[in-house]
């Protein structure tokens, strides 16, 4: 049986990211036993730059808001459902949007994942 570690599980997503032809910028991160999983639309160039999801202007609004809570990122499991940079700038309003076909291969991966 495999021991399931979080570079097992980065390894095996992007092989079979690769294998629909998927290219992976920012993958998952956290604690894999975790009871909360926070699951974020696709990574920015920030996260992108960081190799890791919602470490940006999102991600720092979230944390602040879970904070109180007693919620941290290292208490949860943490990734995006497209792990693409999809937004071209952060100075424009201009993306890349996934087309159905591809969503639902990240879509599956993401069912995967999990």
């Known amino acids: 049986m495999v021991e399931i570690t979080e570079g097992w599980l980065m390894r095996e997503f992007t092989a079979r990211a690769k294998a629909c032809q998927l290219e992976v910028d920012c993958l998952g991160t956290g604690r894999l036993d975790s009871e909360i999983a926070i699951i974020a639309e696709a990574p920015g160039e920030?996260?992108?730059?960081?190799?890791?999801?919602?470490?940006?202007?999102?991600?720092?609004?979230?944390?602040?808001?879970?904070?109180?809570?007693?919620?941290?990122?290292?208490?949860?499991?943490?990734?995006?459902?497209?792990?693409?940079?999809?937004?071209?700038?952060?100075?424009?309003?201009?993306?890349?949007?996934v087309k159905k076909p591809e969503l639902e291969h990240w879509e599956g991966l993401l069912d995967w994942e999990f």
Do not use: F
């Not at 730059?49 to 949860?76: E, F, N, Q, T």
């Open 46 to 97: 920030h996260e992108v730059k960081m190799a890791m999801p919602l470490v940006g202007g999102s991600g720092r609004m979230l944390w602040d808001v879970l904070r109180p809570h007693g919620i941290g990122r290292a208490d949860c499991y943490v990734t995006n459902v497209v792990k693409k940079q999809v937004a071209l700038s952060t100075k424009t309003d201009a993306r890349n949007p």
